[in-house]
């Protein structure tokens, strides 16, 4: 279970109400459905080995140069590990590059007021081009774009303040979200998504038309992001409310398929009594593949929530059930699957995968302290099955509980055999 504060008001969450065309994207009447209602979804249990494969363990090399705190993103070229951590809160973050065995190679980011360095405390996005051997990296509002060696290329200015989520699109053009549910308290908060050059000048934009309404007692939300990945050379993407999974072609939101959350989908542009939070749920698209659609769906099973009058918005906290979901495209029923560590043997059966870190191109990426792994292999001697795991078994004996995180990784089956 997660424990989730916020104040409404202070969220830059964007979500969409599709109505009438009213928001600006293009709409298709026919368009296959991807139902994920509540009630529909059947709970289902497997082992990791059922559903993922190519299961490695990876011992970071430690270094004063690259000593951290657990990292927050990731990104996987064939030879190369990029990830971001923090080495004490609240400074700047720092970024590395490592080889596929974990041996460090550079920093990348320098904290800092000056020219070429940032502010951010962690970062929001790393994308990595690699034949260009370039990576960009999001530090909260300091986006820049760097050679792998570490080296700034150029900084990027965003044309609105107060931007979550910063995405490459073609040669020195970007794009972000806006804002398509919930108040409006920034100029962002005005258009839906728009693009933009390293200069900060807008080169196209998606105007937003739908607001919610003026029953200010009632609790609106303002969702829980957008959702952005590639399928087949395909940019897909899904902006809660919309309820429509779209592919991004020539700057415009192109129908994909709809999805259907049932009455337990939290609304959007519609005030629902504070009563009925509890219950709703969130939806993030995670990822594709020939045969499913991957989600996280957050479920809300406890809400403390007061309507703060000097803001004229509602504020809280929420506790989240993490849940992950299978959409099979071939039968056209939603599973959620609840797994279960069979290869590592490390974590428990309440373990949400859902909760955890998810790096794109269907990897997932869980950094470990390792003290934690130092002590579960002091434990557990046997419990490592070279057989299946991919470990360096050197640094694996000479792990200390000073020693940087370790990563636990994995990728999605390309076929899944889900009954």
């Given at each position: ?169 073609k040669e020195d053009e970007y ?100 009563e009925e939070v509890v219950g ?74 859902a909760s955890y870190f998810y ?61």
């Amino acid at each position: 279970m997660k424990k989730i504060y916020f104040i409404l008001f202070a969220l830059g969450f964007l979500n969409a109400c599709i109505q009438n065309n009213q928001n600006g994207t293009q709409t298709n009447n026919k368009l296959p459905e991807i139902n994920i209602d509540q009630k529909s979804t059947k709970l289902l249990e497997y082992n990791y080995s059922d559903v993922f494969e190519n299961f490695e363990i990876i011992c970071l090399e430690t270094k004063d140069e690259c000593l951290m705190r657990i990292p927050n993103r990731f990104k996987f070229s064939s030879e190369h590990i990029f990830l971001s951590y923090q080495t004490s809160v609240p400074n700047p973050a720092k970024a590395a590059r490592f080889d596929r065995q974990g041996n460090f190679l550079n920093t990348i980011g320098k904290g800092g007021n000056g020219p070429g360095e940032h502010a951010g405390y962690l970062a929001d996005n790393i994308e990595i081009d690699s034949s260009k051997k370039t990576v960009f990296i999001e530090w909260n509002q300091d986006p820049f774009l760097y050679d792998w060696d570490g080296k700034v290329i150029k900084g990027i200015k965003t044309p609105y303040e107060f931007i979550s989520g910063i995405y490459a699109y073609k040669e020195d053009e970007y794009f972000s979200f806006g804002s398509a549910s919930n108040k409006p308290y920034a100029a962002k908060d005005s258009v839906i998504i728009f693009f933009y050059n390293h200069k900060g000048n807008i080169t196209s934009e998606i105007k937003r038309k739908v607001y919610p309404s003026k029953d200010s007692q009632m609790y609106h939300s303002g969702g829980w992001g957008s959702s952005y990945y590639k399928f087949n050379g395909k940019s897909k993407i899904y902006i809660p409310g919309f309820d429509t999974l779209y592919q991004l072609v020539n700057k415009k939101l192109i129908p994909d398929a709809i999805i259907k959350r049932g009455k337990n989908g939290m609304p959007y542009n519609k005030g629902i009594p504070v009563e009925e939070v509890v219950g709703k749920y969130y939806l993030s698209v995670l990822s594709e593949t020939a045969q499913y659609i991957f989600m996280t769906r957050k479920l809300i099973t406890k809400a403390d929530l007061k309507y703060i009058e000097r803001f004229q918005d509602w504020g809280g906290s929420f506790e989240i059930d993490d849940q992950l979901v299978f959409f099979n495209k071939e039968s056209q029923k939603s599973h959620e699957i609840l797994i279960t560590d069979n290869v590592f043997k490390f974590f428990p059966k309440e373990f949400k995968l859902a909760s955890y870190f998810y790096s794109g191109n269907n990897r997932y990426c869980i950094p470990i302290p390792a003290i934690n792994f130092v002590e579960y292999i002091e434990n557990n001697p046997d419990n490592i099955d070279h057989s299946k795991i991919k470990v360096d078994r050197k640094k694996l004996e000479a792990l200390t509980e000073n020693s940087n995180p370790i990563i636990i990784t994995f990728t999605l089956k390309d076929k899944i055999y889900l009954n």
